[in-house]
């Protein structure tokens, strides 16, 4: 990772994300994401995570793949006998059902746990992407969203590092 790169020179420009708003269904959430990976014809092209839009159109956060799994293993528990044997547990399962549907400010990942700098080098951002262990981050410029580095675009440019 040549120290020149910055989180701008790699990342993945914020108009090529999708979005949504903190307070659609994780359902919704999944739609949106499904139908970014077949956008432009092709098969599988998309990303992995979803911006997360306030009712102001600010970045709140970031929906990826992985807070969509842990929030689908919630339906597990529903099978679970030892979960069940407990009082709480069928309280919070009738409670999980009686309630409105997951949203997806529920499971997403805020803001405030990790972004990094457009200046910032590529070797910065990658130590953040492992600190956090996240595969994406959002890039902020002066304050505002401009896009997002992933796993990726560091493993895109890991070979400059070994030269």
């Given at each position: 990772?040549?120290?020149?790169?910055?989180?701008?020179?790699?990342?993945?420009?914020?108009?090529?994300?999708?979005?949504?708003?903190?307070?659609?269904?994780?359902?919704?959430?999944?739609?949106?994401?499904?139908?970014?990976?077949?956008?432009?014809?092709?098969?599988?092209?998309?990303?992995?995570?979803?911006?997360?839009?306030?009712?102001?159109?600010?970045?709140?956060?970031?929906?990826?793949?992985?807070?969509?799994?842990?929030?689908?293993?919630?339906?597990?528990?529903?099978?679970?006998?030892?979960?069940?044997?407990?009082?709480?547990?069928?309280?919070?399962?009738?409670?999980?059902?009686?309630?409105?549907?997951?949203?997806?400010?529920?499971?997403?990942?805020?803001?405030?746990?990790?972004?990094?700098?457009?200046?910032?080098?590529?070797?910065?951002?990658a130590l953040a992407l492992l600190k956090h262990k996240v595969n994406s981050l959002p890039v902020l410029k002066n304050g505002k969203l401009v896009g997002m580095v992933r796993i990726l675009d560091i493993f895109m440019v890991?070979?400059?590092?070994?030269?």
């Amino acid at each position: 990772m040549n120290g020149k790169k910055t989180a701008e020179d790699i990342m993945v420009p914020i108009n090529d994300y999708v979005t949504i708003s903190q307070k659609a269904t994780l359902y919704e959430a999944i739609n949106v994401l499904r139908s970014s990976f077949h956008r432009d014809g092709r098969a599988w092209y998309g990303h992995r995570s979803v911006i997360v839009l306030g009712e102001d159109g600010d970045l709140v956060g970031v929906l990826s793949l992985n807070e969509i799994l842990k929030a689908a293993g919630l339906r597990e528990l529903d099978n679970d006998p030892d979960f069940k044997a407990e009082s709480w547990g069928w309280y919070y399962i009738n409670s999980m059902r009686q309630s409105a549907k997951l949203r997806v400010k529920d499971v997403m990942r805020p803001l405030a746990v990790a972004t990094v700098d457009a200046r910032d080098e590529a070797g910065e951002v990658a130590l953040a992407l492992l600190k956090h262990k996240v595969n994406s981050l959002p890039v902020l410029k002066n304050g505002k969203l401009v896009g997002m580095v992933r796993i990726l675009d560091i493993f895109m440019v890991i070979g400059e590092y070994f030269f």
